[in-house]
């Protein structure tokens, strides 16, 4: 299965992902963001990870 997006948005989503994540868990120690937006985050990184999959070529 491929999902057809253009390359430089899967570039900026893998870009958000990995630069947003340790900022997410910052946010997260500090209080200032609860279980719940985490949870959402971790939910968006599990899309993003699963499009990188689908991007990936068998040959």
Not at 5 to 29: D, E, H, M, S
Not at 41 to 46: F, G, L, P, R, S
Not at 53 to 58: D, E, P, S
């Amino acid at each position: 299965m491929t999902i057809n997006l253009p390359a430089k948005a899967r570039r900026v989503l893998y870009a958000v992902t990995a630069l947003g994540t340790p900022v997410v868990a910052y946010l997260q120690v500090k209080g200032v963001i609860g279980d719940a937006e985490t949870v959402l985050w971790a939910a968006e990184v599990t899309v993003v990870s699963a499009l990188a999959g689908f991007n990936t070529n068998a040959d």
